[in-house]
């Protein structure tokens, strides 16, 4: 790349590799996942969780209400709308009127897997907890961080 400053007639090339630059790092910054194995590998675990596993439950999965991979609006068992989960990383903690009380986005996992799917929730800290949380966060990618904010 060559730094031209311009002067009358000349060609600025300093703008172009400006805006190359920032477009590199952008694509950097959206694509750190890819750049951290381990970081992909809890993702697409959590995805698999979040497709498949019934926690023990009545043989739903999280996807039966929260569907497209949770990027969708979907449906509770009772047909009620859910807002996708597409912003669900930047929100939490927040207050939860029901339960008057600032919960995080593990506490929610928990109530989700217990109420709806009524399974056994993954322990708070545990590998598959992890990976939940590490999946519903990434459909956050590139959001502006909003606590307490609703879901879209």
Same mark, same amino acid.
């Given at each position: 790349? $060559? ?5 009358? $007639? +000349?060609?600025?090339? %300093?703008?172009?590799?400006?805006? *190359? !630059?920032?477009?590199?790092?952008? *694509? ?17 675990? #959590?995805?698999?969780?979040? &497709? ?6 009545? /043989? ?6 929260? *569907?497209?991979?949770? &990027?969708?609006? /979907?449906?509770? =068992?009772? $047909?009620?709308?859910? =807002? ?8 939490? =903690? $927040?207050?939860?009127?029901?339960? !008057?009380?600032?919960?995080? %986005?593990?506490?929610?996992? @928990? !109530?989700? &897997? ?5 399974? +056994?929730?993954?322990?708070? /800290? ?9 999946? &519903?966060?990434?459909?956050? @990618? #590139?959001?502006? *961080? !909003? %606590?307490? #904010? +609703?879901?879209?």
């Amino acid at each position: 790349m $060559r730094l031209v400053i311009s002067h009358g $007639r +000349k060609t600025i090339g %300093l703008t172009a590799a400006i805006f *190359l !630059n920032s477009a590199l790092c952008a *694509l950097g910054i959206q694509h750190a996942a890819a750049a951290e194995p381990q970081l992909e590998k809890a993702i697409q675990d #959590g995805k698999t969780l979040f &497709v498949h596993e019934t926690f023990g439950g009545s /043989g739903m999965t999280c996807e039966s209400c929260h *569907l497209n991979g949770g &990027v969708g609006s /979907g449906q509770s =068992p009772k $047909r009620s709308t859910i =807002p996708s989960l597409s912003n669900s990383g930047t929100i939490y =903690p $927040r207050f939860e009127a029901k339960k !008057n009380k600032v919960i995080t %986005l593990e506490e929610k996992i @928990q !109530n989700c &897997v217990a109420g709806a799917l009524r399974g +056994k929730p993954p322990a708070y /800290g545990s590998e598959q907890m992890t990976q939940l949380v590490t999946y &519903v966060t990434s459909l956050a @990618q #590139g959001k502006p *961080l !909003n %606590l307490g #904010g +609703k879901p879209e």
